[in-house]
């Protein structure tokens, strides 16, 4: 079976790391590496990691490496990432986020997939543990398992695979195939580097599997946490998404309408998170990408997209009316404030409603007594 090079990336995680490391060691065999690449952390991360290795907690024959960058890089896990591909050994490469941890039942049936094949990549299913409400959900590409029975050649597979989530620690990468192909993390001033990578895999590749074992779980709304981003940084995607565009230039037409799809979706999950005062540039990155997207695809996306609510959002940035879209979106603000305002008040009503028709009924029965009284030997 064939060694695997578990490449960690962390940065201020100290909640997590111990239980991310221990996670780790519950899968990795002899003749298997857990390099830990920390990105400059603040807190008392490092000297977890160094405890860990200290405590002796891997098997026998598993190679601990330790990679102290000293300093945070520029942007988000791409540079740290690259250093852990550059320290592998081993003929697997497999990701961990430093604050997500391995199912070892999952994962050893996967692993175990794949030392029956020879895929250059493999891609997995995994968990989301939402921690603000402490709540296990399927991921929100889960759906897309239920086609993979159906493939039955390579562009096929490739078209499925690039449909999944690009997060990198659900998948099984040969390491030869990588290094053959040059295949690395952008690196620049810019968060989720792991969707261009993706993308450079998905096309390279020759063989890709599949294996619908739940092999992590993947830690979301934590303080600190890139997918918490709000801001400008999510105006990446664009730079991303003309970076892919370069790639699939001159391939199969298939692929440019699987990108602008790529697109559409991502910023269908930005739209609500996407601060006030980030939308005019987030709207101008948005129009100028938008606008490269042959005439031809955007009519047969068209086809799928115009049913949902973000087809409105780019028809408008696509047409260069920013500000046009800028007021859809403050209007936006003003409904759901209404909305919930009307949710604060209803029960501030609802009491004095009931209070209100406690006071009629206690003004109305006293007035009866009054009148009981008054007529009293009358009636």
Same mark, same amino acid.
């Given at each position: 079976m064939s060694a695997i090079s578990f490449i960690v990336t962390t940065y201020n995680i100290a909640p997590y790391i111990e239980a991310c490391l221990e996670s780790v060691a519950a899968v990795a065999r002899a003749g298997d590496e857990v390099i830990i690449i920390d990105d400059g952390s603040t807190d008392t991360t490092e000297a977890l990691i160094?405890?860990? %290795?200290?405590? %002796? @907690?891997l098997a026998h024959g598993v190679i601990y490496k330790p990679v102290i960058l000293g300093t945070n890089t520029i942007g988000g896990v791409g540079i740290g990432a690259n250093i852990g591909l550059w320290e592998a050994r081993c003929d697997t490469v497999f990701f961990v986020d430093g604050d997500d941890w391995i199912d070892a039942q999952g994962f050893n049936k996967a692993r175990a997939q794949w030392a029956l094949n020879t895929h250059d990549i493999m891609v997995a299913n995994y968990r989301v543990?939402?921690?603000?409400?402490a709540q296990y959900l399927p991921?929100?590409?889960? &759906?897309?398992? #239920?086609? +993979?029975?159906? +493939? &039955?050649?390579?562009? @096929? /597979?490739?078209? /499925?695979? *690039?449909?999944f989530i690009a997060v990198p620690w659900r998948k099984f990468y040969r390491r030869a195939f990588l290094v053959d192909h040059s295949i690395t993390f952008p690196e620049g001033d810019f968060f989720f580097e792991d969707n261009p990578f993706h993308w450079d895999?998905? *096309? @390279? @590749?020759?063989? +890709? %599997? #599949? /294996?619908?074992?739940? *092999?992590?779980?993947?830690?979301?709304?934590?303080? %600190?946490?890139t997918m918490a981003s709000t801001g400008l940084e999510l105006a990446a995607f #664009?730079?991303? #998404?003309?970076? +892919?565009?370069?790639?699939i230039s001159g391939r199969d037409g298939q692929f440019e309408l699987l990108a602008a799809r790529w697109l559409l979706n991502n910023m269908t999950w930005h739209m609500d998170r996407l601060a006030p005062s980030a939308r005019y540039s987030y709207a101008r990155r948005a129009t100028h990408s938008l606008g490269q997207i042959h005439p031809s695809i955007w009519q047969e996306l068209e086809r799928s997209e115009a049913p949902k609510p973000i087809w409105a959002v780019v028809n408008r940035l696509r047409d260069g009316d920013i500000w046009g879209q800028i007021d859809a979106w403050h209007r936006r603000d003003l409904q759901r404030d209404m909305h919930d305002l009307r949710d604060t008040l209803a029960p501030v009503i609802e009491m004095a409603q009931t209070q209100r028709n406690a006071h009629l009924a206690q003004s109305a029965s006293d007035s009866f007594a009054s009148l009981s009284q008054k007529y009293k030997g009358v009636i």
């Open positions: 160094h405890a860990f %290795g200290a405590r %002796g @907690a543990f939402d921690e603000d409400n991921p929100a590409d889960n &759906r897309n398992w #239920f086609d +993979i029975p159906t +493939i &039955r050649n390579h562009h @096929a /597979a490739q078209t /499925a695979a *690039l449909t895999v998905c *096309l @390279a @590749a020759r063989d +890709i %599997g #599949f /294996a619908n074992h739940v *092999l992590c779980y993947h830690r979301t709304n934590r303080p %600190g946490q #664009f730079t991303h #998404f003309e970076t +892919i565009q370069r790639k």
